[in-house]
């Protein structure tokens, strides 16, 4: 498994009108888990997320 350093930044693009925190990397494409699913741990402190190889195309098969 990758693991990876991946430091809270204050999220600034777009101008939002409340405090947001990104806490994942810019640099690769990230989802929640299912939609009936909630990702965040019941004591709030983990997120649950998956890291995605890509985003710009179908899968295909091998």
Not at 13 to 26: E, K, N, S
Not at 39 to 52: I, K, T, V
Request: include cysteine.
């Amino acid at each position: 498994m990758d693991e990876r350093d991946i430091s809270p930044a204050a999220y600034t693009d777009l101008d939002p009108v409340c405090a947001v925190t990104a806490i994942t990397g810019p640099d690769d494409a990230y989802m929640h888990t299912y939609y009936d699913v909630c990702p965040w741990s019941p004591s709030g402190r983990y997120l649950a997320c998956l890291r995605l190889p890509f985003e710009d195309r179908e899968p295909a098969s091998d």
